[in-house]
């Protein structure tokens, strides 16, 4: 069955701008992670959403937001852009068994300039 | 809080070595743990789950409650096993999995021939 699918791939953007990223979760899982990957910071936790409700969230600003549709795909948005926001965003989906594990998306690679 | 701690930045051993990668974590409820490897230029996939006690690509890892361990082992190590190790913890809400990760910054193998 098809992966979990991040869309785009690339994004550049300028400080201030605001950014959507897309993910389409394999297909019946309902949970829906994003996490943002940095050399310096490592993979941190944004948030998650479960059947379009937001579970938990991560130690971000506001600017940092998402939504889940009914069919399950995801979109994180970040408006307000900054430099340090320059990273590697990715989503992940799972099936909510204990202990299924995440599968991850490719990413999207976000530079700000 | 959650916490998980990979000491090993870096780990550099021969073909055919014995391998293990250590993982730490530091949570008091009942944990979900699990492997994450990347290769180069790919996405991060799920390498072993604890609820599995299965054994992937000759790799092996015991959940130690005691020790609050989740090492990762591998008898022979391989020239592919060179890659990005990931140890992550997720925590269970009486029986349901919530999608937070939380990473240990990760161990870089590299197996030389």
């Known amino acids: 069955k098809a992966g979990v699918t991040q869309t785009p791939r690339y994004l550049i953007k300028t400080r201030g701008q605001q950014v959507t990223l897309s993910c389409s979760p394999i297909?019946?899982?309902?949970?829906v992670s994003w996490y943002q990957q940095t050399p310096g910071q490592g993979l941190q936790f944004l948030f998650e959403?479960?059947?379009?409700?937001?579970?938990n969230k991560g130690n971000f600003p506001g600017r940092f937001s998402g939504r889940q549709f009914s069919n399950s795909r995801s979109e994180m948005n970040v408006s307000t852009l900054e430099l340090g926001d320059s990273a590697l965003y990715l989503c992940a989906s799972s099936s909510p068994d204990r202990g299924y594990g995440y599968t991850f998306g490719s990413g999207t690679r976000l530079t700000v300039v | 809080a959650q916490r998980v701690t990979q000491p090993e930045k870096l780990l550099s051993v021969f073909k055919g070595a014995p391998v293990e990668l250590k993982c730490n974590y530091s949570?008091?409820?009942?944990?979900?743990l699990f492997w994450y490897v990347q290769y180069s230029r790919q996405r991060l996939q799920l390498l072993l789950r604890?609820?599995s006690r299965e054994s992937i690509k000759g790799f092996t890892a015991d959940l130690n409650k005691g020790e609050t361990s989740f090492h990762l082992k591998k008898p022979f190590a391989q020239e592919e096993d060179s890659a990005m190790y990931y140890c992550a913890l997720n925590w269970d809400a009486g029986g349901t999995s919530y999608g937070k990760l939380t990473f240990g910054q990760g161990t870089i193998l590299t197996v030389h021939p």
């Open positions: 959403y479960f059947s379009e409700t937001q579970r």
């Open positions: 297909s019946g899982h309902r949970s």
């Open positions: 949570y008091s409820g009942s944990p979900e």
């Open positions: 604890h609820i």
